[in-house]
């Protein structure tokens, strides 16, 4: 099965700050990756899918790239709103496995 | 809008069933794959299991394959999953997710979950 490596699994910054969060599939996966954001006892929510395709409704600070095996989410300007924990899932074939997270924090 | 509702959550004994349901509105139901994920307590999110929109086809996580089975009735609009010999391992929150494509893709909308606690 392929495996989903996110890092860091942890990391703390500002506001304001431009925070980079990489999620590594083992084999590649073309484009089949889905980020979500996870905020403390919520529900997770899609924030991108196909990689970089923004779902409706999420603010356009974020943004992801990549394709193959090397993938990032990117928060342009990070907000107080935006902690949470970030997952990234590959869904090109099951199982649909999703990274170990990413939490972030405000500095 | 789109709802999805869980129940059947509970406190059960290890080796016991359980079987959780999810009522979906809003949405063309028989037009879309429907997921279960699982999230143990302060853990990762684990998919668990998917359904095509026919039904015919499901795929499971190695964790739960073998006891767990996902099924769906396109006339109720719901989506099940029977929980058999379960294990301390299992106790996660549950949550029903649809899928963006009708055959599985990534959970678009999620419910608010059903939580299950496997303890004697």
């Known amino acids: 099965d392929i495996q989903m490596t996110q890092s860091p699994s942890s990391l703390s910054a500002s506001v304001g700050d431009r925070v980079t969060i990489t999620c590594r599939a083992s084999q590649g996966i073309n484009n089949y990756l889905a980020w979500y954001q996870q905020k403390p006892g919520k529900v997770p929510k899609l924030l991108i899918y196909a990689a970089s395709t923004l779902q409706s409704g999420v603010p356009s600070r974020f943004s992801g790239s990549g394709s193959g095996t090397d993938f990032t989410l990117t928060i342009s300007s990070l907000q107080p709103e935006d902690v949470a924990t970030y997952y990234c899932q590959k869904y090109n074939s099951d199982p649909l496995t999703f990274g170990g997270g990413t939490k972030v924090e405000i500095k | 809008q789109v709802q999805l509702v869980e129940s059947g959550g509970g406190v059960v004994q290890p080796g016991r069933s359980l079987r959780l349901s999810c009522a979906a509105s809003?949405?063309?139901?028989?037009?879309?794959?429907m997921h279960w994920v699982r999230q143990a307590p302060g853990k990762g999110l684990e998919w668990v299991a998917v359904?095509?929109?026919?039904?015919?086809?499901?795929y499971y996580a190695d964790s739960v394959k073998g006891r767990f089975t996902i099924s769906r009735d396109n006339s109720k609009n719901t989506v099940n999953l029977q929980m058999n010999s379960l294990r301390g391992e299992d106790t996660a929150m549950y949550y029903c997710?649809?899928?963006?494509?009708?055959?599985?893709?990534?959970?678009?909308?999620w419910g608010q979950g059903t939580l299950v606690t496997v303890s004697s």
């Open positions: 997710a649809r899928g963006i494509w009708s055959s599985s893709g990534c959970p678009d909308y």
């Open positions: 809003g949405f063309s139901f028989n037009t879309y794959a």
């Open positions: 359904t095509s929109y026919d039904g015919n086809k499901e």
